[in-house]
Nanobody, 122 residues
Framework: VQLQAFGGGLVQAGGSLRLSCAAG???????LGWFRRAPGKEREFVAGISWRGGNTNYADSVKGRFTISRDNAKNRVYLQMNSMIPDDTAIYYC?????????????????WGQGTLVTVSS
């Protein structure tokens, strides 16, 4: 399964970006997630969504600012990022979970995309 994330770029603090990920046909019954790796830091969970989209979960650092959604007809997952801050600067990865649930644990994800770079300037 190949995943490809799109939509990264440079944005000023307070601005918005929308990331997209083409997750492939096998993702339609699986939970999906977004993770990120900031410079010099470990990869961390950002947001997850269950296979029907009824359940979502977020890292505390992005709650209220980021929204994860999915379109199973298009096999896509999205991350709308608002009120961005410099600490959001990172490479963002989409991932397909091993089950239909959303999860914040990296070991619960089976397939990973290449990542897209997001830079937030102050």
């Amino acid at each position: 399964v190949q995943l490809q994330a799109f939509g990264g770029g440079l944005v000023q603090a307070g601005g918005s970006l929308r990331l997209s990920c083409a997750a492939g046909r096998t993702s339609s019954n699986n939970g999906l997630g977004w993770f990120r790796r900031a410079p010099g830091k470990e990869r961390e969970f950002v947001a997850g969504i269950s296979w029907r989209g009824g359940n979502t979960n977020y890292a505390d650092s992005v709650k209220g600012r980021f929204t994860i959604s999915r379109d199973n007809a298009k096999n896509r997952v999205y991350l709308q990022m608002n009120s961005m801050i410099p600490d959001d600067t990172a490479i963002y990865y989409c991932a397909v979970a091993r089950s239909s649930y959303s999860s914040s644990h990296q070991e619960d994800y089976r397939y990973w995309g290449q990542g897209t770079l997001v830079t937030v300037s102050s």
